[in-house]
């Protein structure tokens, strides 16, 4: 049973707007969220974290959502380059399991 | 330079044959991770570890086996009895809790 979800397995923004990657969890233990970026036979790349006592982070051009109630979190990107063209993961850990639980992606593609 | 580092990276092996991928990684993180990806699917978590001597199977640990003798290798063993060998696997680095993990560059196994 997939815990961390990610509905929407693509999502085509023209450059210079807003991407909004959406998440989902099932896991209540879950406390540390985290948002990955991978282009095509490379590992992924970290790109934001989040910890559950908190409800937003922004690092530059990504700021991460996180709704606890909902048990939601989002990622937005502004302004979308064409460079973020890309498979974005979340992830998430908690409780008293260390591991990481991916969602199955979104490809993000930035139109010119 | 610090980093996570998989070899080989392309890997082609005859159907019933056992094979071993290999993952170092010098940043002194406890623990260790390896992933499956096949296409168009996310990140599945085949074994963990946080310490030497001990690892945990994750979720599709089947027709895989791990080692962790030391804390910079986890090497990973894809035996004959694992079914659909063939996709791209990663392993990946980092402290125990709340932190982020670091990926290595993956390695493609085909099994023909």
């Known amino acids: 049973d997939q815990q961390v979800k990610q509905n929407s397995p693509s999502l085509s923004v023209q450059e210079g707007r807003i991407s909004i990657l959406n998440c989902d969890y099932t896991n209540s233990m879950f406390d540390y969220f985290l948002w990955y970026k991978k282009y095509p036979a490379e590992g992924p790349t970290f790109l934001i974290s989040i910890s559950s006592i908190k409800d937003k982070n922004e690092d530059g051009r990504f700021t991460v959502f996180l709704n606890k109630s909902a048990k939601h979190l989002s990622l937005h990107i502004v302004p979308s380059q064409p460079g973020d063209s890309a498979v974005y993961f979340c992830?998430?850990?908690?409780?008293?399991?260390?591991?990481?639980?991916f969602g199955a992606g979104t490809t993000v593609t930035v139109r010119a | 330079d610090g980093g996570i580092t998989q070899s080989p990276k392309y890997l082609f092996r005859k159907e019933g044959q056992n094979v071993t991928l290999s993952c170092e990684q010098n940043l002194n993180h406890d623990a260790m991770y390896w992933y499956r990806q096949d296409p168009g699917q996310g990140l599945r978590l085949i074994y963990y570890s946080q310490i030497v001597n001990d690892f945990q199977k994750g979720d599709i640990a089947e027709g895989y086996s791990v080692s962790r003798e030391k804390k910079e290798s986890f090497p990973l063993t894809v035996t004959s009895a694992q079914k659909n060998p063939t996709a791209f696997y990663l392993c990946?680095?980092?402290?125990?809790?709340?932190?982020?993990?670091?990926f290595g560059q993956g390695t493609r196994l085909t099994v023909v």
């Open positions: 992830a998430a850990s908690g409780g008293s399991d260390y591991k990481l639980s």
């Open positions: 990946a680095s980092g402290y125990v809790l709340n932190t982020e993990a670091f």
